[in-house]
């Protein structure tokens, strides 16, 4: 990857600076070979994952990393049946890469994998385990060794975090996690993608309530740069009037339809979310596999009373909104409502 996609924080310290870092590492195939979910009583709440013993191995690895780099500290952690998610909190600036530090770890990931592979059946987190998966490749031949399922093929996503701020917001979506997974193997259909959903000549891929396309009464969200300016200057009265404007079409039963793009708009979808209002939200990507709505909407999808929509198709190399694109959005929310 281009050295540059890694810088953050200031120049010269590409990756290296003290900071908050949110990993992700995901069994390829998303076999739940880490734990299996548990729901008491089929009640998302009390969802839990009995964790397997390659898991337990897999997170005794990444207890390790401290003692070899001491700048490191693991400061939470969630493993799921198919993927284990960390916060480590970089203490001082780093001579490597964090890159390269994750790269570590997922080098004695993929060994921990194909010592897996080779004999599931007896693999468990003991010293004689770990011993004797450094000595298979001696044992079986290298060709042999290479040729055993890694498990982990793909480098662990790596998300800076930036600020002390975001740390409780993740710890909670971290620990969530049992719970929204749950929730969506209780209500699978509510989660699934509906690859083309028909609306005025336009595609659209859909998760969730696609009933709401049902209701006559549909209102776009659109705080325009109008009102935005004029609140800047000193006149924010036509910008209240048209929040408030909103709040009252979704009190009287409207479903509110946008791509929720500026932060008044994110505001707005906020408040309705907390009413619990219905919303049609318009995705700037598409769904990528195992797609999971972000714990702001989740549980609207799950309560029956959000659509998303996507145009299109998702897009990995997508970081920001192009004002094109925020156009466009805001056109098909103006077509959906026109219907």
Not at 184 to 189: A, D, I, T, V
Request: glycine share 4%; proline share 7%; hydrophobic share 35%.
């Amino acid at each position: 990857m281009d050295h540059d996609k890694w810088q953050w924080q200031e120049p010269g310290t590409a990756w290296r600076g003290v900071g908050l870092y949110h990993i992700t590492l995901t069994v390829t195939s998303h076999q739940p070979l880490l734990g299996s979910l548990i729901i008491p009583n089929n009640d998302p709440a009390q969802a839990r994952v009995d964790v397997s013993p390659f898991g337990r191995t897999l997170t005794n690895l990444l207890w390790d990393i401290s003692k070899y780099q001491p700048d490191i500290q693991m400061l939470h952690y969630a493993l799921m049946p198919d993927h284990l998610h960390f916060i480590w909190y970089v203490k001082r600036p780093l001579t490597r890469s964090i890159r390269e530090v994750v790269s570590g770890f997922w080098v004695g990931a993929k060994k921990l994998g194909r010592a897996y592979s080779y004999d599931d059946s007896s693999f468990e987190p003991t010293n004689s385990r770990h011993n004797y998966q450094e000595s298979l490749c001696d044992q079986i031949g290298k060709d042999t060794y290479y040729a055993l399922d890694p498990i982990f093929t793909q480098m662990p996503h790596i998300q800076p975090m930036g600020h002390n701020s975001q740390l409780p917001a993740t710890i909670d979506y971290l620990d969530m996690n049992p719970q929204r997974l749950a929730t969506k193997r209780l209500k699978p259909g509510f989660f699934r993608v509906q690859p083309r959903v028909e609306i005025n000549g336009r595609s659209y891929a859909a998760i969730g309530s696609s009933h709401l396309l049902h209701i006559a009464q549909r209102t776009p969200v659109h705080v325009r740069h109008t009102m935005t300016e004029a609140a800047r200057l000193g006149n924010p009265q036509p910008l209240n009037d048209y929040i408030a404007s909103c709040y009252d079409a979704a009190r009287q039963g409207s479903v509110m339809v946008s791509p929720f793009i500026s932060q008044w708009e994110k505001d707005i979808l906020r408040t309705l979310l907390q009413e619990k209002r219905p919303i049609i939200y318009l995705a700037e990507n598409g769904f990528k596999d195992y797609y999971k709505p972000s714990a702001l909407l989740f549980d609207a999808v799950a309560d029956d009373r959000l659509l998303i929509l996507s145009p299109w198709p998702y897009d990995p190399s997508r970081k920001h909104v192009s004002r094109a694109d925020c156009i466009a959005l805001n056109a098909m929310a103006e077509d959906i409502c026109a219907q």
